[in-house]
């Protein structure tokens, strides 16, 4: 049996070199590669190394492994992403709660993480909802109209 190590290898360079857009395909491609593997193992595997789907456009997607280093540009990503993906902020006390499409919070979590915000203490992510907990209630009303102006900045930009 081989090791999660070399599986994590295997993913990132089947990404990095293919248009993976499901975690099946993404299961197919390890089997061929003699992983034994189930979806479940899979979906464990994207969120460990916290790979991204971004959009390809056309309603197509592809896991991409996370690369960008400049704060820029991470948040240049992020404001991208809030146009194209995410459908409401809202807040409760130190924390808001993020909807996106189905299948988009954990890229855009990390993006949050990305930015190293010291009122972020942290973000959790589903399919289609982000919770981000806020050091204050106050960094969290700063947060919640930020990420409203990105909301409706992305939007009229499509």
């Known amino acids: 049996m081989r090791s999660k190590a070399e599986r994590h290898r295997a993913i990132q360079e089947i990404v990095s070199r293919e248009e993976i857009g499901t975690q099946k395909e993404l299961v197919e491609r390890l089997r061929q590669l003699g992983f034994e593997v189930t ?4 979906s464990r ?3 460990e190394l916290r790979l991204a789907r971004v959009s390809l456009g056309k309603g197509r997607h592809k896991y991409a492994l996370p690369s960008m280093e400049l ?3 991470v ?5 991208r992403q809030f146009g194209l993906f995410v459908k409401d902020v809202d807040r409760g006390g130190n924390i808001l709660v993020v909807k996106t499409a189905e299948g988009h919070a954990s890229g855009i979590a990390l993006l949050m993480d990305r ?10 992510a589903g399919e289609d909802t982000i919770l981000v907990v806020a050091r204050t209630e106050e960094g969290a009303r700063a947060l919640e109209e930020e990420f409203g102006e990105l909301l409706v900045a992305g939007k009229m930009r499509l």
């Open 39 to 42: 979806q479940a193992t899979v």
């Open 45 to 47: 595997d994207i969120a």
């Open 71 to 73: 704060p820029e540009d």
């Open 75 to 79: 948040y240049e990503e992020l404001k």
């Open 115 to 124: 930015l190293k915000r010291d009122e972020i203490v942290g973000t959790l």
